[in-house]
């Protein structure tokens, strides 16, 4: 028996997210069938965290356990010859029969785009939240300082959140803004929001986002950011920013 470490990119535009659901189409699904027509083998795959409909990832950790011989340097152009255009896997490696991608992740790092100009991007609308009116990047990055260290975030998540404990850790954070001049908008730019932490609750980065875009906006003064979340409720938060804008960036391990 053979446990394959695997990391794997994918636009998650078309997909109902990572996860293998009921007649839906996701990337577990595709990932499963992929390793079975190769094999001939029915695995299961455990991912590094479920990626909801419509977020991307540019650095998705999985792993499965295989009685295959195929050599570890031939997986990689193996599976991507039987994957779909939209997901790619760039690294395999045999890992210790005991390490699963999800309880042995010691940090994560989101990042989420905003594409702050009059129009859209057509060429990036698929990956990038547009936003067509000014936003102050800098409230937005103090705001954000605000989250970093361990806190109950009970205000920054989905009440549908199932998991006891709303306790998480955000190491760093930052905003990064990249000025696009070629487009005629004297604002316009690209807004990069990253966030590090041991773990994320559902929705938890979306709803930062999204209440980080109304301290950009004015709607909202940035020390709130502290108020709310302090208050452990999720009706103080902003809304849930949309899913396309939101990417898996990267998973380290110990």
Avoid at 56 to 84: E, K, M
Avoid at 127 to 132: D, N, S, Y
């Amino acid at each position: 028996m053979r446990n394959i470490k695997m990391t794997i990119s994918y636009d998650g535009t078309s997909y109902c997210g990572f996860q293998i659901q009921p007649n839906q189409v996701t990337i577990q699904g595709k990932l499963e069938e992929a390793v079975r027509i190769l094999t001939g083998e029915q695995v299961k795959i455990t991912s590094s965290g479920r990626t909801d409909a419509g977020v991307h990832a540019r650095g998705q950790v999985i792993n499965y356990t295989t009685n295959s011989r195929i050599p570890i340097d031939r997986w990689c152009l193996a599976l991507n010859s039987r994957l779909p255009d939209d997901i790619t896997v760039h690294s395999a490696e045999e890992a210790p029969l005991d390490f699963h991608a999800r309880h042995g992740a010691r940090e994560k790092t989101y990042r989420y785009s905003i594409q702050r100009s009059k129009w859209p991007d057509v060429f990036q609308q698929k990956l990038r939240l547009h936003h067509p009116a000014p936003l102050d990047v800098e409230a937005m990055r103090r705001a954000l300082l605000r989250l970093e260290g361990e806190h109950d975030f009970t205000s920054f998540c989905s009440t549908r959140t199932s998991v006891e404990s709303h306790v998480r850790t955000i190491y760093s954070t930052s905003v990064d803004y990249v000025p696009e001049p070629m487009i005629a908008d004297g604002e316009a730019g690209v807004i990069h929001i990253y966030i590090t932490g041991n773990g994320f609750l559902y929705n938890m980065v979306r709803i930062i986002v999204g209440t980080l875009i109304e301290v950009g906006s004015g709607k909202r003064a940035e020390s709130e950011m502290s108020d709310i979340l302090a208050a452990r409720d999720r009706s103080l938060a902003g809304p849930t920013a949309m899913p396309h804008g939101l990417t898996l960036w990267e998973v380290k391990y110990d």
